[in-house]
């Protein structure tokens, strides 16, 4: 009977001792949250692009007021949010789809992260990404890829695709943008003959198809020439010759590139008549004239989302722009990227907030129903979760168009809403 007695006191004490060490190891694994640990949002793009690295940092920027306003209220508890970032390089030809995919799977599966801000930079990567969300049932508000096939996908399968949001300007909303200033040009400047040229990328192949399928071969312009270039073209002569000799007036240029700032050195030393207007990644920013000079003077070129750049007429752009230039100590030189990131973060805030929640199926909800005038204009959300864009910041998000002048100076000439003078024709 003793020794039965001591079994059993072993036995009691065998117990507690477990209980004590679930309940520790339950305290102390590294996946666990308590009420004063950060909120952690994944930032997971090409953070050596300058559009990854302005966005990360206007991110960062959110970040820092909301957690100086003192962080995210969840109930009865208030907690900052921790920024844990990873390189995805998909913007490197040499990085494969499937290299970028699997390190941002891995990224997810090792970082404790309860949503995800600007995601995967090119459109293949970032569709072929859109499953593993669903597999982790991870927020994402994606701020760079541009791709319209997303929105397909969430209204076909909205159960599987559900957790992807985007705060950019998409490819549909560019070719828009675009057939609308085309359409602006020709009854402000009489223009009708187009040269399309356009680097040999998912999305820019993309946006030309919808600017010729929705616009142009239905209209009465005549397009004079077509061509696709790799991203390390530096040659573009040949086409820009052909242009100039079939009486181009515009010449619709469509470049991420760094290598595109060769077309428009060579569409300058050309003496060229023809508007050149698109999105050439190297003419966005403030640092371009410094760069490049007089060459690019009477450029016209396409800020994918305004606080981009800045608006006279529309003040939280501005003050997003300048803000950003007093905790950086630069302005910000991508025209795609940095503002909707900015909105990524707040747009997250307020569904939190509204849920008192986490979890994602409840924090989706939320965000479907944003609506916010922000840096951008007003944020609200179509039903392909996509934030829509306009012509008014204070009924839709707005992309703009300026204008580099003869004395270096960035000139909003788009929308009519915002526009701060005319569109010059070169001389």
């Keep these: 009977m003793k020794g039965t007695a001591t079994f059993c006191s072993f036995a009691g004490i065998g117990k507690r001792l477990l209980y004590v060490v679930i309940v520790v190891g339950v305290l102390f ?29 206007a991110a960062q920027m959110a970040v820092d007021e909301i957690n100086s306003w003192g962080g995210v209220q969840i109930g009865q508890t208030r907690r900052d949010l921790h920024i844990e970032s990873v390189d995805l390089g998909g913007h490197l030809p040499d990085i494969s789809i499937q290299e970028a995919v699997s390190t941002f799977e891995h990224f997810i599966q090792t970082r404790h992260i309860d949503a995800l801000i600007v995601g995967p930079f090119r459109s293949e990567v970032f569709l072929a990404a859109l499953d593993v969300l669903d597999k982790y049932k ?6 760079i890829a541009m791709s319209h096939a997303s929105e397909y996908m969430v209204l076909k399968n909205k159960d599987q695709y559900k957790y992807h949001f985007r705060t950019c300007l998409d490819s ?3 070719a ?38 929705l616009y142009l071969q239905r209209s009465e312009w005549t397009v004079v020439g077509l061509n696709s270039f790799s991203s390390k073209a530096v040659t573009y002569a040949s086409e820009l010759k052909e242009a100039k000799a079939r009486g181009a007036d515009i010449i619709l240029a469509i470049f991420d590139s760094s290598k595109s700032i060769h077309l428009v050195h060579q569409w300058s030393d050309m003496n060229s008549e023809a508007l050149l207007f698109g999105f050439i ?4 920013g403030s640092k371009a004239w410094s760069s490049y000079g007089e060459a690019i003077a009477g450029t016209l070129n396409l800020v994918f989302e305004l606080g981009n750049i800045p608006s006279l007429k529309y003040y939280p752009s501005t003050r997003f722009y300048n803000a950003y230039k007093r905790a950086y100590g630069q302005e910000i030189q991508s025209g795609h990227g940095p503002a909707p990131s900015y909105e990524a973060v707040y747009i997250l805030k307020q569904a939190i907030e509204k849920t008192d929640s986490l ?52 000139k909003v000439v788009y929308p009519p809403s915002i526009a701060e003078g005319e569109i010059i024709q070169r001389e």
């Excluded at 602006?184 to 198809?209: E, H, N, P």
């Excluded at 039903?383 to 168009?401: I, M, N, R, T, Y």
Aim: proline residues 5%.
């Design 138 to 143: 991870v927020p994402m508000i994606s701020s």
């Design 176 to 213: 828009n943008y675009l057939v609308e200033v085309m359409k602006f040009l020709q009854d402000t400047l009489g223009c009708s003959k187009v040269s399309i040229m356009i680097q040999d990328v998912a999305w820019a192949r993309t946006t030309a198809s919808l600017v010729m399928k």
């Design 172 to 174: 549909k909303y560019l």
């Design 359 to 410: 979890d994602p199926d409840i924090l989706i909800k939320a965000i479907e129903h944003t609506d916010r005038l922000g840096v951008m204009g007003r944020v609200r959300f179509h039903q392909g979760h996509q934030v829509v864009f306009g012509q008014d910041p204070h009924e839709a998000s707005l992309a703009c168009v300026f204008q580099w002048t003869q004395d270096g100076e960035r």
């Design 29 to 57: 694994t590294p996946h666990s949250a308590h009420a004063n640990d950060p909120l952690v949002l994944g930032l997971a793009t090409s953070l050596s692009s300058l559009e990854g690295r302005e966005s990360y940092k």
């Design 281 to 284: 990644s190297p003419l966005v």
